[in-house]
């Protein structure tokens, strides 16, 4: 137990557990919309954004950037690298539903096959890298961490006045990139015609498609947004932590699924709330035990909430986003 | 009946089996339990082939029937959870851990715990709790873990089950890795304790070279696990889970309390998990962390699923296959995992009720398909 260390650097940890947090929100979204959507667990897609990170590295190989580009260059190959990582992922997630979940719901299996297929999917992703593609290709797939290039070079910004607290560029394109991608999606469900189909399937898929809402394309088009969302924590996880490794997907997909309950599953504001408290409790967690607790913590947190709040901290419901 | 389908037709043994006479069936029975306890000595060709160590990189024969049988165990157990009551449990690592750590802590004389209680009491330096009281311990552990975790959890919603059972498997390694005056940590425990047994050859009856001894054992530990699981199944209880797993609301207004039959489920699942576990450390005479990865967890669902879940039979062919394959294919090392995910995708989508599923199961699937074609042509 430390709690001089964590009082002393307060402000830090806190800044430091939003960033980890932003990151464990823009994952979380597309567990909660397939939930929301399918009452169906994805457990392929802690691997949807694995796969966003390597192509964040394929990208920045095939341009050749590395660090101390002009400022032009590192926004272009940036840019670049988002929309790359935004579409594999979603590709990847439309993949999966097509290959793992429709012949399933076709042939209407119990949820528990769905489960496996989607562990199944995991693991094929997880050893795609981790080793067909060695096979083929060679380093830098494999089942070691690879560096991505610190495309963004780490800059103080601005200094918290008062709290002395300096943030840099980095951080601050993870927490702007995370919120307005979190509040475009928002909008965009909330909003737009093909939302208002999104959120009549979530509410009663009967009635939806009695309505003319086109169930089949509404599953799609949650895989693929929730797919983008991760394209997009990839790209950000990169910029903040420059690796990537074949099972990376892994802890966070736990994790970001953790948020999405933690904030209320099915609820996209409630993966912003979940994931930004558990990326701080956690950080917290590390400073007054050790770092090898912090999972242990995540999860007791997961379970307190659940027990007395068990609809999650904003209540469940994509449905009921906004009636 | 013009669509019977394959699910169905695949039923056809088990029904033929079902109608035999009582005496073909005892023979039958008693015929493959015999032919089980000779498989170490398998070594008539063409059959030998089965062997896992027929070239020299292979894995010992009989230490690999011992695993083939504990993670049996582990499956039958897990199908108490899975497949009869219908709660998913992500976490049943966790007790297969606990089982391991309880005989290793209580029972070998360099583990922390067993130091502490020799200080305190003052005695010597080998002593340790027996084998024989280890595994009373080791299924209380497991069990205690078991209604600790289900009491807050299985109140709730089955998705949450899930998310909080994967913790805790993930807590219990975590747990025993960093506990270091505890748990040994990272390094493990030595010296865990084997059953006892006459001294044959001037080693104990059960060592680390005699592996057959060990799938002896197991073995005869499988078939009362099975033989309890399959009474469980026919009992007030296993109608009980039954009813929960199809409707629990209907269940519940006939009178059938869900939580407290699902609380003994998972209380029951706990305890085998722990007992295969006690069985696994108690061979390796080693019990560290990292040999509980939540990998395994995922391993033991998917043995129940693939096999059938709810089917005794099945369970224990997905065990078998899901353990035999990958050590028989030992050479093709580095690929396993990526070709276990492939047959875990394509065995579900082709055969979503299991490889040898249970009847009722198969007539529920049978169901569901036909009401979601129904669907699709309305729509």
């Known amino acids: 137990m430390d709690f001089d260390a964590l009082i002393s650097g307060l402000d830090r940890h806190t800044l430091d557990g939003i960033t980890r947090g932003s990151i464990y929100a823009l994952v979380a979204l597309g567990y909660t919309m397939v939930y929301g959507v399918m009452k169906l667990i994805n457990f392929a897609h802690s691997e949807v954004f694995m796969v966003g ?111 002395d607290l300096p943030v840099t560029n980095t951080r601050l394109l993870i927490i702007i990139g995370a919120i307005v991608m979190m509040v475009a999606l928002d909008t965009f469900v909330n909003k737009s015609r093909l939302g208002r189909g999104v959120r009549a399937v979530a509410q009663d898929p009967d009635t939806a498609s009695l309505m003319g809402v086109n169930q089949e394309r509404v599953i799609m088009l949650v895989f693929v947004l929730g797919g983008a969302m991760a394209g997009v924590a990839a790209l950000l996880f990169t910029v903040q932590y420059d690796i990537t490794k074949f099972d990376i997907g892994f802890i966070i997909g736990i994790k970001a699924f953790t948020a999405a309950v933690l904030g209320g599953i099915g609820n996209l504001r409630g993966a912003l709330v979940g994931g930004l408290l558990l990326g701080v409790v956690e950080v917290y967690a590390s400073q007054i035990w050790d770092s090898s607790w912090t999972d242990v913590t995540a999860f007791i947190v997961l379970v307190l909430v659940l027990m007395f709040r068990p609809t999650g901290l904003l209540g469940e419901s994509l449905g009921k986003a906004r009636a | 009946m013009s669509q019977i389908s394959d699910s169905i037709r695949g039923l056809q043994i088990g029904n033929r089996w079902d109608r035999a006479p009582k005496w073909v069936r005892s023979v039958g029975l008693l015929l493959v339990i015999a032919f089980a306890f000779y498989l170490p000595f398998l070594n008539v060709l063409p059959f030998a082939y089965i062997r896992t160590d027929l070239n020299p990189t292979g894995s010992d024969w009989a ?77 209380a552990m497991s069990l205690t873990a078991g209604v600790i975790l289900g009491a807050p959890t299985l109140r709730l919603r089955g998705d949450y089950l899930a998310i909080v059972t994967l913790g805790f498997g993930e807590i219990i390694r975590i747990t025993a890795r960093n506990l270091d005056n505890v748990t040994g940590g990272a390094a ?94 108690s061979k390796q005479q080693y019990v560290e962390p990292n040999a509980f990865m939540l990998n395994l967890s995922f391993l033991f669902v998917a043995m129940v699923v693939i096999g059938g879940s709810g089917n005794i039979v099945g369970v224990l062919v997905g065990a078998f296959l899901l353990t035999y394959l990958p050590e028989r294919f030992r050479e093709l090392q580095e690929w396993r995992p990526f070709a276990f995910g492939l047959a875990l995708v394509l065995v579900m989508v082709l055969r979503p009720q299991g490889l040898v599923p249970s009847r009722r199961r198969a007539a529920e699937i049978e169901d569901r398909r036909h009401e979601a074609e129904e669907a699709a042509a309305d729509a």
């Open chain 2, 188 to 281: 493990g425990i030595t010296q865990v304790p084997v059953p006892p047994g006459p001294e044959v050859d001037g080693r104990s009856f059960f060592n680390t070279i005699d592996a057959e001894r060990w799938y002896w054992l197991a073995l005869v530990i499988l078939i009362l696990i099975v033989f309890l699981a399959s009474r469980l199944e026919h009992s007030r209880v296993g109608r009980a889970w039954l009813a929960i797993r199809e409707d629990e609301d209907a269940a519940a207004v006939m009178g059938v309390a869900g939580f407290k039959f699902k609380l003994w489920a998972f209380a029951i699942g706990a305890s085998v998990g722990g007992l295969a576990g006690l069985l696994f450390g």
């Open chain 1, 53 to 163: 990170t390597w192509t964040v590295l394929g990208v920045y190989t095939v341009l050749g950037a590395t660090s101390g580009m002009g400022v032009g260059a590192v926004i272009g190959a940036t840019v670049l690298a988002l929309l790359a990582a935004m579409l594999a992922s979603a590709g990847t997630a439309l993949a999966v539903e097509r290959i793992a979940y429709r012949p399933l719901r076709k042939k209407g299996a119990p949820p528990l096959i769905f489960l496996i297929t989607g562990i199944g999917c995991s693991l094929v992703l997880v050893e795609t890298f981790g080793q067909v593609l060695k096979a083929f290709f060679g380093p830098p797939f494999g089942r070691v961490t690879v560096n991505v290039p610190s495309v963004i070079e780490t800059k103080v910004v601005f200094t918290i006045p008062g709290l």
């Open chain 2, 63 to 139: 230490s690999v029937l011992f695993l083939i049988v504990v993670y049996m165990i582990a499956a039958v157990g897990l199908n108490v959870v899975i497949g009869f009551a219908g709660l998913l449990d992500l976490g049943y690592v966790g007790f297969y851990a606990l089982g391991a750590y309880s005989v290793a802590l209580f029972g070998s004389p360099s583990s922390p715990v067993v130091e502490a209680l020799q200080s305190r009491f003052g005695l010597s330096d080998e002593w340790a709790v027996p084998f024989v009281m280890c595994i009373p311990i080791a299924i």
